[in-house]
């Protein structure tokens, strides 16, 4: 019985792998007095600055000889305030701010807090910027995954085929459509893309037999990452069965996206609750039932094969027309929503459910600020998961954990 | 937007008029029964906890506004969300004893906002350095304010 069906039978329980949720919890709260160790325990700071750590994070871990028995993250090491920032900066001038929370994906970002000011607004963006939309996130989301599928192989080290090998194949891939990018807005990262009621930038001549033609490369060369990563016993030996995620917990957590879905739980934002062009599209989500590190890859190789797919549909039609529901903007102040909202909006990025919480002033004016933006960033969830997923694990897989589980630094402090 | 069968469980059996969108106000001694029948209906996904604060004014006493969003994951997509009025200097019951996502998150709006919540596992701060003065998403802190120097 598949999720499904569980919901639509009425029981409200999810059919969860049962191997999974049957397995022993630790659990985090205890105290180190608690443990009773084979031999004395060593205090250990993983990061702050360590390479496998994906950006700034330090990770205290009580060891027992080679065995991890409690781990505690302490984050923050990348705060800059952007919530704060938004409550002085106008509805335009969030866009490029929020640019660089999630820096490996800011198309998602941007669409993100751009749909939250089109729903405070009541517009509706044309049907061209709906599907440049879908087209670029869905670009990102390749581009996102193949950063996390390299560097987390680099991660696992020197036994597989060479170090750098599938990190120097990956990036040299997304740098294909990252040039697209580059073509469309004229910047490689921070596009500044999307803004409020459509789209800036419209599409050039040819760009689109450009994507086609990046995407076709990309197409073969998942193949050949799977060649040298899929099969390969070293890879296996270092993911399959480490860091399994317990889905219940993983729901309570709050985590979403390749992670929950690679523990079996199949929920998608993009065909549970379609936002842009996804409703012109039929989403097909991949999911697996181990809930391993291994897992958590290969549903992200399945969603780049998805991810090709989709754009090429989209490809296929794109409508006529305009790309901005508004006039361009060109004050800053220009774009004002009502006083006394609050409303919350969100999208599946390349990490999950990236949501919105959008305030507007009391009062009776309308406003070009933000009174609170609480954005909510799926990696910082991931990460919560640290400290029941690390101990009983090798201090080598936990630099597994970690990456596989592929957070951005940016994302989590804000 | 929250899904018809949790707006009927609000009215029905708290007597809490909701919005569509945000949920009805929650009485802070009723925060404990509605998140646990939330949880025993299927909403086991914590989606975010979130706050506002709202200074003094001249007609009402300050607040923070506490927003909790939780989600029965599926093809529907349902949600359930609900709101705390806590008053500056009062404290609101933690969910993270429900749902343990919400220990982060809480120590999150502690940190930045300054809402305490009660019964919490391990309130401390998150983001901002240990030894740093006020919490800096309150309204009347100015982004220049000055700080102890970076360790």
């Not at chain 1, 709050?254 to 690679?262: D, F, L, Q």
Request: glycine residues 8%; hydrophobic residues 40%.
């Amino acid at each position: 019985m598949s999720v499904n069906q569980a919901i639509n039978n009425g029981t409200g329980d999810l059919n969860l792998p049962k191997a999974i949720t049957d397995l022993p919890r630790s659990n985090p709260y205890l105290s180190v007095e608690d443990y009773d160790p084979e031999g004395d325990l060593l205090v250990m700071n993983l990061g702050p600055q360590h390479p496998s750590t994906h950006g700034v994070l330090r990770v205290k871990l009580w060891m027992d000889g080679e065995v991890c028995v409690k781990a505690v993250p302490y984050i923050g090491y990348l705060h800059r305030g952007v919530e704060k920032l938004c409550e002085h900066r106008t509805y335009v001038q969030i866009t490029p701010l929020v640019d660089k929370n999630d820096y490996v994906s800011p198309m998602t970002n941007e669409l993100a807090v751009n749909i939250a000011f089109e729903n405070g607004l009541g517009i509706t963006p044309p049907p061209r910027a709906q599907v440049i939309r879908t087209i670029v996130s869905e670009m990102q989301r390749i581009t996102s995954h193949l950063l996390a599928v390299g560097t987390w192989a680099l991660d696992l080290g020197g036994a597989l085929g060479g170090g750098a090998t599938a990190f120097m194949h990956t990036f040299r891939e997304r740098e294909l459509l990252l040039d697209c990018f580059e073509e469309l807005t004229g910047a490689r990262f921070h596009y500044n893309h999307h803004t409020v009621g459509g789209v800036r930038h419209d599409i050039p001549e040819s760009w689109g037999t450009h994507v086609i033609k990046a995407l076709d490369v990309i197409e073969g060369k998942l193949d050949s990452y799977e060649g040298f990563l899929t099969e390969n016993q070293v890879f296996k030996a270092r993911s399959v069965g480490v860091g399994i995620l317990d889905p219940k917990l993983g729901l309570e957590l709050g985590i979403s996206g390749p992670n929950i879905r690679a523990s079996g739980v199949d929920w998608d934002l993009r065909r549970d609750a379609p936002y842009a062009a996804y409703d012109r599209v039929d989403v097909r989500v991949a999911t697996q039932q181990t809930g391993d590190c291994y897992a958590r890859y290969l549903v992200r190789i399945a969603e780049m094969r998805e991810s090709v797919r989709i754009v090429r549909v989209l490809m296929k039609d794109i409508p006529s027309g305009p790309i901005c529901a508004v006039k361009p903007v060109k004050l800053p102040g220009a774009v004002k929503l009502p006083p006394n909202l609050s409303a919350y909006t969100c999208i599946e990025t390349a990490r999950g459910e990236l949501g919105t919480w959008l305030v507007t002033p009391p009062g009776k004016k309308k406003s070009a600020m933000p009174y609170r933006m609480k954005i909510r960033p799926p990696s910082l969830h991931a990460l919560s998961a640290l400290p029941w997923v690390c101990p009983g694990n090798n201090l080598s897989d936990i630099i597994a954990i970690l990456g596989s589980m592929d957070p951005i630094m940016g994302e989590v402090d804000r | 937007m929250i899904s018809p069968e949790i707006i009927g469980l609000f009215t029905d059996t708290f007597g809490l008029e909701s919005d569509p969108s945000e949920g009805p106000w929650v009485p802070s001694d009723k925060v404990l029964s509605v998140a646990q029948a939330l949880y025993d209906r299927g909403f086991t996904y914590f989606s975010y906890c979130a706050a506002a604060h709202y200074p003094a004014t001249e007609e009402e006493a300050g607040y923070y506004n506490v927003s909790y969003r939780f989600r029965r994951v599926g093809p529907k997509g349902e949600q359930a969300a609900f709101r705390i009025r806590v008053l500056l200097d009062a404290e609101t019951p933690s969910l993270a004893g429900i749902w343990i996502g919400a220990d982060w998150q809480e120590r999150e709006q502690y940190d930045l906002i300054g809402v305490r919540f009660s019964n919490h596992p391990d309130l401390r701060r998150i983001m901002m350095p240990e030894d740093w003065d006020g919490h800096p998403l309150q309204r009347e802190y100015a982004i220049e304010t000055p700080h102890h120097p970076w360790r």
